[in-house]
């Protein structure tokens, strides 16, 4: 008899139901704190009708697409729950975009409607160019008493008229994230309710969230790892300290000054703390528990140790609504198990599944609907490749322990990430190749001194004059900050396939024979 899966998700429930919840049934509770404001559910939810007037004035409608780049402020909090609320379809733009990364989402997405704030003017001249009258823009540009994260500056003002109330549903698509591909462009995940819902569930499992945690909140809202929090905490009654970004040597000192009791890591973020003069603040923070996704295990030990800290790793992506692994035990290394709403095995590249102790690729199937994406949006060429028999190949390679135990190994396909950034190779040497001195380049993952991964250039120049810091100068107002490479070294050749592809796996991982740009 087939084992009945529990179920963990309702037709009958959404995000703007669980705000409207909080706000009835728990109206004192504090949902975030900005720059020392106490902003409580009841106060959310006021500032989000407030949102959502002017959103909807601004010609906001069910099923548009609005593009969004906003900095981490609470601005940026209280649109992405106003659109949900008016039933637009938000494009979240990370704002280290620029160049052709930027010039893609805008023609792939064509928003109606852009909201960003004004220190993104410049790069988003040619996009704003391109689109014409085709795209309505809001500014949010702070005043001289207008600028800290606790106030509005978006949707301050006289009230306007409450826009029509929009049906919501559980299947209701409310974002398409952009995520670095393979081998072309980004792609669009297109992510329904229910899947913001998946992404916040597993957090809560993984980072073993309780009512009254305190979450340190620097996680980017472009981002699946930052949407998912803000949602965690409609769903369990806790309180985010909203910080304007990443501080390594902040981190510890916001802890204890709010209370906090949980932190979220990706790549790198561990090994920058560790990094840290050591400080009487390392066991005087208060904090539990760290949770998220690329802890090497060399440093999870050290790391508990010093901080007093546990380490609650996972893995998981935007399709597969953040996590689709978890470990809230600690185990050492391991990625953890699937959580309950989805299978996860290990295949060989026939299809085959393999044993315990055999390295394959990842493939994610949803035991509940609308967990996994169903497709990239206008892109059935990557659906395509990635959805197959229902199962989601995540082009990731893993091996399994006897009790069922996942431990990452590493990308299957030429895809890289830097600080929990996904890079694709294809769209960063696309660039590169276009400068007049560059005959054709090769970029590649290394592992740098903090045991993270960092990008290396290979470049065969046209001219002998070329030099790695001019090519960086010309590179950086092309693309995102998180794209550029650190490391460059220049060859004569590059060894190749018969049909002409560079052979990537005969270039040096080495960081100590080429140019450094620094950290």
């Not at 208060?286 to 999870?300: L, Q, R, T, Y």
């Not at 460059?488 to 050749?493: C, G």
Request: aromatic content about 8%; some cysteine; hydrophobic content about 45%.
């Amino acid at each position: 008899m087939e084992q009945q899966v529990p179920t963990f998700f309702s037709a009958e429930d959404n995000v703007p139901k669980l705000l409207a919840a909080g706000a009835a049934n728990n109206p004192g509770h504090v949902y975030c704190r900005a720059d020392g404001v106490d902003v409580t559910y009841a106060d959310l939810a006021r500032r989000v009708e407030q949102a959502s007037a002017v959103l909807h004035a601004e010609g906001a409608r069910p099923g548009m697409h609005v593009a969004v780049m906003l900095s981490h402020h609470l601005d940026h909090i209280v649109t992405f729950f106003a659109l949900m609320q008016l039933g637009a379809v938000q494009i979240p733009i990370n704002t280290a975009l620029k160049g052709m990364g930027l010039l893609h989402i805008f023609a792939h997405a064509h928003p109606a409607l852009l909201v960003a704030d004004d220190a993104y003017e410049p790069v988003l001249a040619e996009v704003i160019a391109e689109r014409g009258a085709a795209m309505r823009v809001l500014w949010r540009r702070p005043g001289a008493d207008q600028s800290t994260p606790a106030q509005s500056v978006l949707y301050a003002g006289a009230p306007r008229l409450a826009p029509p109330a929009v049906a919501q549903s559980d299947g209701m698509l409310r974002q398409i994230l952009y995520t670095s591909g393979t081998t072309g462009l980004a792609k669009g995940v297109i992510m329904p309710d229910r899947m913001l819902r998946a992404a916040a569930l597993g957090s809560t499992w993984i980072g073993k969230v309780e009512p009254g945690s305190v979450l340190h909140f620097w996680d980017p809202i472009y981002h699946v790892f930052g949407t998912e929090v803000l949602v965690l905490a409609l769903m369990v009654p806790v309180t985010l300290v909203l910080v304007p970004r990443f501080s390594a040597s902040r981190l510890w000192e916001e802890a204890r000054a709010n209370g906090v009791t949980h932190i979220h890591f990706v790549g790198g973020v561990l090994q920058l703390l560790m990094k840290q003069p050591e400080s009487l603040l390392d066991r005087t923070h208060g904090v539990k528990i760290a949770w998220g996704g690329g802890c090497p295990p060399e440093v999870w030990r050290p790391f508990e140790e010093r901080f007093g800290v546990r380490i609650h790793e996972g893995y998981g992506m935007t399709e597969t609504s953040s996590f689709s692994t978890i470990n809230p035990e600690g185990k050492l290394g391991s990625v953890g198990t699937a959580v309950p709403y989805f299978e996860v095995e290990l295949v060989d590249d026939t299809g085959r599944k393999l044993p315990p102790g055999e390295v394959g690729e990842l493939r994610v199937r949803g035991r509940e609907p609308g967990v996994l994406v169903q497709a990239y949006y206008n892109n059935p060429e990557a659906t395509a490749g990635a959805l197959r028999d229902g199962w989601l190949h995540t082009g990731d390679l893993a091996r399994q322990d006897a009790e069922g135990h996942f431990y990452f190994i590493g990308r299957k396909k030429d895809s890289l990430r830097r600080r929990g950034e996904n890079v694709s190779a294809w769209e960063v040497e696309r660039v590169f190749n276009q400068h007049p001195d560059v005959e054709e380049c090769a970029l590649v993952g290394v592992r740098n001194e903090f045991a993270d991964e960092d990008l290396k250039l290979f470049v065969k120049p046209r001219s002998a004059s070329l030099t790695p810091q001019q090519l960086i100068a010309w590179a950086e107002p092309r693309m995102a900050a998180f794209q550029l490479p650190r490391f460059v070294a220049f060859v004569d050749r590059f060894q190749k396939t018969p049909t002409e592809r560079i052979q990537k796996q005969f270039l040096a991982p080495s960081i100590d024979d080429c140019w450094d740009r620094g950290k």
